[in-house]
């Protein structure tokens, strides 16, 4: 069955920061990737996305995140974090042979200290 | 329209209450799922339904029963739940396939509390 770890499950940085989170999966077949944010009391919104191509995908508000297909990882980036991007942030992954079951790590909770 | 609509947005029921969680999306996506995330905790996959049929039950007490009755709504009924089941209920849409369209649109969840 497929997994997925985040080995973070809270970070605390200051503004201007750069942010990077882990993300691994335990599939090993043909996988599709994401990152998904939920801002305090608000709904998942897809940060970026991995299906083929160019390993290194950006997203939207200044992140980006590169699959390592070889080390079965998709790590999250952000140069300069600001106060806006406290929130947690979930690794998932959707295996091609599982069909449509999106699976999500544990999450990462991010605090932002102005 | 990249919305999925979950209504209501909260609910407090009694543990002999029957009261239904509602859904609806206008993406012509055929994939909706039900999740639950407790507080603090990642979303949980409960069922998938794909073209309107069953395709996922992930092991879900038989008090909770879905239903997709066309391909834009997908319902779940709720009978005789126990204080545990409490949390926020997640649904979300998809394109059904392996392609770079088949990333998962969620609401904003039902906010469910028994007492």
């Known amino acids: 069955a497929q997994s997925v770890s985040q080995h973070n499950h809270h970070v605390i940085l200051s503004e201007a920061a750069s942010l990077e989170l882990g993300c691994n999966y335990s599939?090993?077949?043909?996988?599709?990737l994401f990152w998904y944010v939920q801002y305090p009391g608000q709904h998942l919104q897809l940060l970026l996305k991995?299906?083929?191509?160019?390993?290194l995908v950006k997203g939207i508000k200044g992140f980006e995140a590169e699959f390592i297909k070889s080390k079965f990882s998709f790590n999250l980036r952000k140069p300069s974090v600001q106060w806006s991007d406290t929130a947690e942030y979930f690794c998932?992954?959707?295996?091609?042979?599982?069909?449509?079951?999106?699976?999500f790590g544990g999450g990462t909770r991010v605090l932002v200290k102005p | 329209d990249t919305e999925v609509t979950q209504t209501p947005k909260h609910l407090v029921m009694g543990m002999t209450n029957k009261k239904s969680l509602k859904c609806e999306q206008h993406?012509?996506?055929?994939?909706m799922y039900w999740y639950k995330q407790k507080a603090k905790k990642p979303p949980e996959l409960m069922f998938v339904y794909s073209y309107e049929k069953l395709s996922i039950n992930e092991s879900v007490p038989s008090r909770f029963s879905p239903e997709c009755p066309n391909s834009s709504l997908l319902n779940l009924h709720l009978h005789a739940l126990q204080p545990e089941d409490s949390a926020l209920y997640l649904c979300?849409?998809?394109?059904?396939?392996?392609?770079?369209?088949?990333?998962?649109?969620f609401g904003q969840g039902t906010r469910l509390t028994v007492v």
């Open positions: 979300a849409s998809s394109q059904v396939g392996k392609g770079d369209d088949t990333e998962a649109f």
């Open positions: 998932a992954v959707n295996a091609w042979a599982a069909g449509n079951k999106l699976t």
């Open positions: 599939y090993g077949g043909t996988v599709n």
């Open positions: 993406m012509g996506h055929r994939a």
């Open positions: 991995y299906f083929s191509g160019d390993p």
